[in-house]
């Protein structure tokens, strides 16, 4: 099997995500042995130096190497390899904000309080780094399995010395988390991700996102935005928010950006809202994550493409989140079975296997759960469902479910193990 190496140290293990200029990938590190996220930019419009996507592509990077803060994803690397330009960064574990309200439901005011806190201790410091985000929304919020909170994605970054460099009349980023400002194309300033906060703690507080569910067409969603904006939350007897939270949202959700709190201000409130949240936010996300895995092993998706993408064995299940945020879902096509198959071998299988074990041992369960599943649903179809190599990739599943805490399924799947190797045994000693 061909297997792409970026700067002949990086090697592309799965696709995390695609978006129209690029693709995020995991990857190994094969210097320091560690797992990694590569962004690599693939614009179809062209990469010559004068490109508005190139441009933006360098100055992503370039905003998260200047920000060195815990709540944001940290920039390892950059190069280019056969003309495209990526850089590197940590790999997250954990769910985003988007997944964690979707499989929860509204958070418990403490842990929607010690998340937000999170989100504005890092925009304080890529402000005072002079970095905006200008795109915050929950898909661009990751929580990991230790509870920290991490901005990512700062596609639509603006440097402090830098001009805007966005197309008349282009609207980006998503209208559901937008400040009406720079929707109606004025120059955002740190009050712009203010909004994106309070329109996140909306969310994590009602379960809904900030501009409702009703309205899914982004022409509708610009007008609720720039008109009647984000329904107050306080007073509404509905939702069980503390007055102080309430309050805080619709400030910072307020059209004039000239009212809205600042990050100093935000933080003093959440600070004493989060109060005794550490622990259960831990505990929902490793819920979620535990819910995540059982799916994928029971209902494991693959990436659908007509080329080596297949390759990258596995994609996260993507569905309509509770922010409102479209994903579609991933479908095996039988012209992707036949290229997985024909690339696949027994030796591949075994040494995609020996990987996953050792993240598993080194306690990567989720990196772990996807690449033994990837396997494990090759190595049926390619070598049969009792061969060593599929029972074994089975056994480390439920070795992975089991260490997430899914007790009842990981023993329904060891008892398939043990069936499977009854059935093999038999047939060996006719």
């Known amino acids: 099997m061909g297997e ?37 930019l693939l614009a179809a419009g062209g990469l010559d130096d004068g490109s508005e996507a190139l ?33 590197v960064m940590e790999l997250l574990d954990g769910v985003n904000l988007a997944d964690l309200v979707a499989g929860q439901g509204p958070l418990p005011p403490p842990v929607a309080a010690g998340v937000a806190l999170g989100m504005c201790r890092a925009l304080a410091a890529a402000h005072a780094a002079g970095v905006l985000h200008r795109d915050v929304k929950p898909t661009n919020v990751s929580v990991t399995r230790a509870g920290r909170v991490v901005l990512q994605d700062f596609g639509l970054a603006r440097l402090a010395e830098e001009p805007a460099i966005t197309r008349a009349g282009a609207l980006l980023g998503t209208p559901q988390y937008m400040p009406p400002e720079l929707i109606q194309g004025q120059l955002p300033g740190s009050p712009a991700d203010l909004y994106g906060l309070g329109a996140c703690l909306y969310l994590m507080l009602t379960g809904t996102p900030p501009l409702g569910t009703g309205a899914v067409d982004v022409g509708a969603l610009v007008e609720l935005a720039v008109g009647p904006g984000v329904p107050p939350l306080a007073g509404r007897a509905d939702t069980g928010v503390p007055d102080s939270l309430a309050r805080l949202v619709d ?8 009212r809205r709190p600042t990050a100093a201000e935000a933080e003093a409130v959440l600070g004493e809202a989060a109060t005794g949240g550490e622990d259960a936010l831990v505990a929902l996300v490793a819920d979620r994550v535990r819910e995540q895995a059982v799916e994928f092993v029971y209902s494991p998706p693959v990436l659908e493409s007509s080329g080596m993408e297949v390759l990258d064995w596995a994609a996260i299940p993507q569905s309509r989140t509770a922010a409102g945020d479209v994903q579609r879902p991933l479908t095996l096509s039988d012209g992707t079975r036949q290229l997985m198959l024909s690339s696949m ?5 075994r ?64 008892s398939r193990v043990n069936a499977g190797t009854e059935r093999k045994r038999g047939r060996d000693h006719d």
Not at 7 to 26: C, N, P, T
Not at 252 to 258: E, I, M, N, S, W
Not at 345 to 349: E, I, K, L, P, Y
Not at 389 to 405: D, E, H, I, K, N
């Open 4 to 40: 792409d190496v970026l700067g002949g140290r990086y090697r592309l293990v799965r696709l995390i995500g695609r978006g129209g200029m690029g693709a995020v990938h995991e990857a190994v590190d094969t210097a320091l042995e560690r797992r990694v996220a590569v962004k690599r």
């Open 55 to 87: 441009h933006r592509f360098r100055r992503e990077a370039q905003a998260l190497a200047r920000v060195s803060h815990p709540g944001v994803v940290q920039v390892y690397d950059s190069g280019v390899h056969e003309g495209a330009p990526y850089f």
């Open 251 to 258: 400030a910072l959700c307020r059209q004039d950006p000239g």
């Open 345 to 349: 071998t027994a030796a591949s299988a």
């Open 351 to 414: 040494s995609r296997q020996r990987e996953a074990v050792n993240l598993v041992l080194r306690g990567d369960l989720q990196e772990a759960v996807r690449m033994l599943t990837a396997v494990s649903q090759v190595c049926a179809s390619a070598l049969g469902p009792d061969h060593p190599t599929t029972l074994t990739s089975q056994y480390w599943q439920a070795v992975c479910l089991a260490r997430l805490g899914a007790g009842a399924e990981a023993l329904e799947l060891f």
